[in-house]
């Protein structure tokens, strides 16, 4: 969790400049490829906030576990800069894990 909190920090801190964040949601992942974001923000963080699933994440809506990459319990991804079609989708290999997004867009 300690993990967890430092790198929103530290995102939040190289970021707030010059992006407006919404608060962070969790977004259930199971088998089957989910949008983790409803749009394109220009600014995205993940976290994987399962205690032993691995989350596998692609910007292709048909991403699997083999196909994705991977992001370990505990562990965060960010994203900046984002343009155009490029919405995250994550998926998990059995039953179903909590991520936590966290969108921002330019001022």
């Known amino acids: ?3 967890l909190l430092a ?12 992006y407006s964040f919404k608060p962070a949601v969790t977004v ?3 088998t089957i490829a989910t949008a983790l974001v409803p749009a ?3 600014f995205v963080m993940l976290c994987n906030v399962d205690a032993s699933k691995i989350l596998s994440w692609s910007f292709d809506p048909a991403v699997t576990t083999s ?8 562990d965060c ?3 900046d800069n984002l343009i155009g079609n490029q919405i995250l989708y994550g998926v998990t290999t059995s039953g179903t894990l909590d991520a936590r997004v966290t969108t921002g867009t330019q001022k």
Do not use: W
């Open 1 to 3: 969790m300690r993990k």
């Open 7 to 18: 790198a929103l920090v530290l995102a939040f801190a190289v970021s707030a400049a010059s």
């Open 28 to 30: 259930s992942v199971g």
């Open 40 to 42: 394109t923000p220009h």
């Open 67 to 74: 196909s994705g990459m991977p992001l370990r319990p505990g």
């Open 77 to 79: 991804i960010s994203f």
